[in-house]
């Protein structure tokens, strides 16, 4: 991992708090871990508004590069990510929700069409949005995230998008 990137941890929970945020404090480790920069990390109730504005915020910082959401991504009434934030996407990953469905099969059998993760660009920034458990959070990053925001993995990676790079 050459190029060290700026990434910031949102969690989207009506129950959790800082201090029981597992999924969250398991991607804020996995980032720092892979040598990449934990610059900012908040916990919000989950509502499109609220979630909107945090993440709008962390899209207009230049200095942030990668969002990662996790939590709101299900079917409840209250799950909301997916509406909330793919708004804001100028560009949408497709296949990001596809693969991490694929992957979470093997995991957890036709569950996984539970989840709707979604991944998408805003403004140089690349926002993923995970499932809340952290079993799904850990496929996400080992198996997808980590390797696309590796400047050194190839054929193909999204950091050149993020930093600004080109070649």
Not at 45 to 64: E, F, H, L, N, T
Not at 111 to 139: D, E, K, M
């Amino acid at each position: 991992m050459a190029t060290p990137l700026n990434i910031a941890i949102l969690t989207i929970s009506d129950t959790r708090t800082l201090n029981n945020d597992t999924s969250g404090d398991y991607l804020a480790e996995a980032v720092t871990e892979s040598g990449h920069n934990l610059v900012a990390r908040e916990l919000v109730k989950d509502d499109v508004y609220v979630q909107r504005a945090v993440v709008s915020g962390w899209i207009a910082d230049p200095a942030i590069q990668a969002i990662l959401v996790t939590g709101g991504t299900g079917f409840t009434h209250r799950d909301s990510t997916p509406e909330a934030l793919s708004v804001l996407f100028d560009k949408q990953v497709d296949g990001f929700g596809e693969l991490f469905r694929a992957l979470s099969y093997e995991e957890i059998g036709t569950s996984t069409i539970q989840s709707r993760a979604i991944a998408g660009f805003a403004n140089r920034t690349v926002i993923f949005c995970l499932p809340g458990s952290t079993g799904a959070c850990r496929t996400a990053w080992t198996r997808i995230i980590q390797s696309q925001l590796d400047s050194e993995y190839t054929p193909c990676n999204f950091v050149k998008q993020l930093t600004g790079e080109h070649g």
